[in-house]
Structures are given as C-alpha cells and as structure tokens.
C-alpha cells in the first residue's frame, strides 16, 4: 500500500502542476525523484515481501525527508500538504518496520518505565493525591492543550495549510472547552479522594472508584482530554489540532485502554470485570450502585 501510494503521488506531481506545487513548493521534482523513488517506493515494495533491509532504509529516509520538508515549508512557507503528507508516510513506514521486524506493533512498551502501572503509595489522609493530581492537571493540561496545540496551529498556519472555520466556532469551542474541563476536574476529585491514588500510571488508584462521573462513563478524564483537545482546536480555528485530538483518541482507545484495562481486571478481579459490563466505555448508561468506591 505504501509502496502503492508512493508511485501514484510521483505520478501526480509529474502530471499535476497544483500537486506539485502543494507538496515540493519550488523544489525540483526530478532532483526528488532520483532519491525518493529508489529509497521509499522501490524500498517499500521490496519490504513488503518481507525483507529487512528495506524496511530499514525505507522507514530511516521517510524520516529524514519529513524532517527536511518540514524544515524547508517552515522557512519558505511552501509544500505544506507534502510535509503533512510525509508525516503520514512515516508513520506507516515506523508501523510497517515493526511488523517486518516484530510482526507485531509493540505497543506495551509505551508503559515501560515511567509510564509502568504502579499503585499509588497509600496515604492516610487524601490530601496527598489530591495536591499530586491537580499539580499533574496543571503540568498535562498545559503542556497537551496549550504547546502542542499553539505549536501545531503556528505550523499550520506557517505551512498554509489551514483551512476556514464557521464564525460560530469560537464560541462553541470555549464552551466545550468548559464543560470538558469540569469533566475532567470533577473525575480527578473522585479519582484522587476516593480511589487512594492518582490518575497518573506510577501512582495509580488502591481502590476502584465507581462514583462521580465514574458511574457513567469507565474513562471521563479519558473522554474530557480529547473533548477539551477538539475544543481547543476550534477555538484556535485550526483543523491540525482537532485532527491531533481525534488521533489521540484513536491512540487512547486502541493502545492505551487495553492496557490499562488489563491492569485494572488483574489488580480488581470480578469487581472491575462486574464494572466493564454494567458502564461504557464512551456513552453514558445509568448504573446504580450503592457504593462509592470498592
């Protein structure tokens, strides 16, 4: 597919003006060519039957030309569309090496070390997790909805390649933004006082917490984090950042949650496995429950 899709957009930039100029800028496409055709088309073609080596040089130059054009479309403010292009390219070239590699995407390792799931230290009082969760909400929330999203929306705008918003965004940005935000602190507060712990994986909860916004959805900080990441991406009127919170989720739910999920039933047995049937995941069901933690 990569190989594929490689050779169709060489074939549109030789035959497309407007493709060219949207993904090389005034970069010489035969110059280009010369080099990103034997290293990532042919490359990846021969990868796809299993070879190494190819997997290798192919996934090491789509890295390397990603980083060069983006350089390049920062400072020229040309071939936007190539770099975001590129940036897909490598991607799927990391994603494809490790199934040459591995035959498999090793997507346990993003718990290894500092992010391994660890109960928290049993405190005998809250307060410890409570001052350690929101110090944690300042540390993330700013570095997840305030850098990254001005950086992407700075290099969206640097690369041209953003796209109009409705004049109604705006408002319906910030107000996501505020009700995602009090979902978000609102599960925090259940998590760190009722749970023994912290939302962060090295200081996770002692006790399951089924109270608060946990009695309708398994994950509100989960579903409060990409909503205030889409909001933010309104609100600054850049479709990069919404895309960046949708990626996220998708990330989240399809690497992150089996994980975290798979820790909860070892550590909770029954009680978590009685909590996964009875409460969604994403949409909201009521389930009643006497208890506020187990």
């Known amino acids: 597919m990569q190989a594929i899709a490689g050779f169709s957009w060489w ?96 997507t346990a390792w993003i718990i290894r070390g500092p992010f391994a799931f660890r109960p928290a230290i049993p405190r005998p009082t809250a307060a410890t997790h409570v001052v350690s969760t929101f110090g944690q909400i300042v540390l993330f929330w700013g570095f997840f909805l305030a850098v990254i999203p001005f950086t992407v929306a700075f290099l969206e705008q640097r690369w041209a390649v953003a796209l109009p918003f409705p004049s109604f965004a705006t408002p319906v940005g910030v107000t996501v933004l505020v009700l995602a935000s009090a979902l978000g602190i609102s599960a925090a507060v259940a998590m760190s006082t009722l749970g023994d712990g912290t939302p962060l994986p090295s200081a996770m909860p002692n006790h399951l917490v089924i109270a608060g916004p946990y009695r309708w959805i398994r994950n509100p900080m989960a579903a409060a984090g990409i909503l205030q990441g889409a909001a933010v991406g309104v609100i600054l009127q850049s479709w990069l950042v919404v895309a960046y919170a949708v990626v996220g989720s998708l990330v989240w739910n399809y690497v992150v949650r089996p994980l975290e999920e798979s820790d909860l039933e070892e550590r909770f047995g029954e009680e978590f496995r009685q909590y996964r049937d009875a409460v969604r995941c994403w949409v909201p069901r009521v389930w009643r429950t006497r208890s506020h933690k187990r």
């Open 11 to 106: 074939a549109a930039v030789f035959l497309s003006p407007v493709v060219r100029e949207a993904t090389l800028g005034n970069l010489g496409p035969v110059a280009v060519a010369v080099f990103d055709i034997p290293l990532f088309v042919m490359a990846s073609a021969i990868a796809a039957f299993g070879v190494k080596a190819a997997a290798v040089v192919s996934t090491a130059w789509t890295g390397i030309v990603a980083v060069a054009l983006a350089g390049y479309a920062t400072v020229t403010t040309e071939a936007g569309w190539g770099v975001l292009g590129m940036g897909a390219a490598t991607v799927g070239s990391l994603i494809a090496l490790c199934l040459v590699l591995l035959g498999r995407v090793p």
